[in-house]
């Protein structure tokens, strides 16, 4: 994949300048994006000195430059003279880096997938706001652009059985049994006040849970693999009538979706019960590790998904909050009016 010139973007971020176009709201939406690419573009070098992979190295340093382009176009409407990244952002890559140091090259094409999903994303919003200002032509540009990227990184973990799938089925099963489970302990203290009492119920309500989440899971993928398998078969008398080929999407398997899904909500819930199990007679260490749990995985679900990570991080710590001091009251009232006692 080699990057087209984008003299014509760097003349048209001129004439845009000459006629006047950047207002101070453009200016700063400029000024933004030059600083998302800027960050895009320095990941995928950073990525391309940690992977071994000569291929994927150099889809890397061809993306980036791609970015420099964007940068350029963004740096000039913006009136920048250079372009930085805030700490906010460097914190970002460094924790990005670090995740892929920890899981492997497979995390590369998820990080890559879905950075170039927000960026269409984002500069499809951008289109529909500006398409009918001298700005369209750039953004159109850009767009096209962030769409072959998109089907690029696509490709590339596809040709590599790398499912973005798996990503969100294990952080929906990590998620879930993390927040159910030290719900169930904040209750279980409160009503019995016995560590071992609160270990062995909350054992057996993550078991149950997890049973659960991966049979909802299997009904789930099953499902739309049912409907699938429908449009396969349309798809597939549509090439016999056309003469042309149809490429079929590949379906998910619904036995393994119960299976990631199970199996990292047993592993979510864990956190929250080892502590008992190793000894623990107060809740606090499972509260501490539960909550330090959730902020990383709301984290990674941050970085993944391009939103702010602050933000992410406290609306997943008021979830996991709110949940404790709610069945930690259940608890409270069970035992004051029901004289729930463990001797």
């Given at each position: 994949?080699?990057?087209?010139?984008?003299?014509?973007?760097?003349?048209?971020?001129?004439?845009?300048?000459?006629?006047?176009?950047?207002?101070?709201?453009?200016?700063?939406?400029?000024?933004?994006?030059?600083?998302?690419?800027?960050?895009?573009?320095?990941?995928?070098?950073?990525?391309?000195?940690?992977?071994?992979?000569?291929?994927?190295?150099?889809?890397?340093?061809?993306?980036?430059?791609?970015?420099?382009?964007?940068?350029?176009?963004?740096?000039?409407?913006a009136?920048?003279?250079?372009?930085?990244?805030?700490?906010?952002?460097?914190?970002?890559?460094?924790?990005?880096?670090?995740?892929?140091?920890?899981?492997?090259?497979?995390?590369?094409?998820?990080?890559?997938?879905?950075?170039?999903?927000?960026?269409?994303t984002?500069?499809?919003?951008?289109?529909?706001?500006?398409?009918?200002?001298?700005?369209?032509?750039g953004?159109?540009?850009?767009?096209?652009?962030?769409?072959?990227?998109?089907?690029?990184?696509?490709?590339?973990?596809?040709?590599?059985?790398?499912?973005?799938?798996?990503?969100?089925?294990?952080?929906?099963?990590?998620?879930?049994?993390?927040?159910?489970?030290?719900?169930?302990?904040?209750?279980?203290?409160?009503?019995?006040?016995?560590?071992?009492?609160?270990?062995?119920?909350?054992?057996?309500?993550?078991?149950?849970?997890?049973?659960?989440?991966?049979?909802?899971a299997?009904?789930?993928?099953?499902?739309?693999?049912?409907v699938?398998?429908?449009?396969?078969?349309?798809?597939?008398?549509?090439?016999?009538?056309?003469?042309?080929?149809?490429?079929?999407?590949?379906?998910?398997?619904?036995?393994?979706?119960?299976?990631?899904?199970?199996?990292?909500?047993?592993?979510?819930a864990?956190?929250?019960v080892?502590?008992?199990?190793?000894g623990?007679?107060?809740?606090?260490?499972?509260?501490?590790?539960?909550?330090?749990?959730?902020?990383?995985?709301?984290?990674?679900?941050?970085?993944?998904?391009?939103?702010?990570?602050?933000?992410?991080?406290?609306?997943?710590?008021?979830?996991v909050a709110?949940?404790?001091?709610?069945?930690?009251?259940?608890?409270?009232?069970?035992?004051?009016?029901?004289?729930?006692?463990?001797?």
């Amino acid at each position: 994949m080699t990057p087209p010139s984008m003299t014509s973007l760097e003349v048209l971020a001129e004439t845009l300048v000459r006629h006047g176009l950047p207002t101070p709201e453009v200016r700063s939406i400029a000024a933004r994006l030059a600083q998302n690419e800027l960050f895009d573009g320095s990941l995928y070098r950073r990525l391309a000195q940690i992977e071994k992979d000569a291929d994927v190295q150099q889809m890397l340093i061809n993306l980036s430059e791609f970015e420099d382009r964007h940068i350029r176009f963004w740096q000039r409407l913006a009136g920048l003279d250079r372009v930085r990244l805030r700490a906010g952002l460097r914190v970002k890559m460094a924790f990005l880096l670090f995740l892929r140091r920890l899981l492997g090259s497979k995390l590369t094409f998820l990080i890559l997938e879905s950075i170039e999903h927000y960026g269409v994303t984002k500069y499809l919003k951008l289109w529909e706001r500006y398409r009918d200002t001298p700005l369209a032509e750039g953004i159109r540009a850009i767009l096209m652009d962030e769409l072959k990227h998109e089907d690029e990184a696509i490709l590339q973990a596809s040709q590599r059985h790398i499912r973005s799938e798996d990503f969100r089925h294990t952080i929906l099963g990590l998620n879930d049994g993390l927040v159910e489970i030290l719900g169930s302990v904040g209750g279980f203290y409160a009503a019995f006040r016995d560590p071992h009492t609160v270990a062995l119920a909350a054992s057996i309500v993550g078991v149950a849970g997890a049973l659960s989440m991966a049979a909802g899971a299997y009904a789930s993928v099953k499902s739309e693999v049912e409907v699938q398998a429908v449009e396969k078969s349309k798809m597939r008398v549509l090439a016999e009538i056309t003469g042309n080929s149809v490429e079929e999407p590949a379906g998910e398997s619904p036995w393994r979706a119960a299976f990631v899904v199970g199996g990292f909500y047993l592993l979510g819930a864990l956190i929250p019960v080892l502590p008992f199990w190793l000894g623990a007679q107060q809740p606090f260490i499972s509260f501490v590790s539960g909550f330090l749990a959730a902020g990383l995985m709301a984290a990674l679900l941050a970085v993944m998904s391009g939103v702010p990570v602050l933000r992410k991080m406290a609306e997943n710590a008021l979830i996991v909050a709110g949940t404790v001091a709610i069945t930690y009251a259940m608890g409270l009232l069970a035992q004051r009016y029901f004289g729930i006692e463990i001797r």
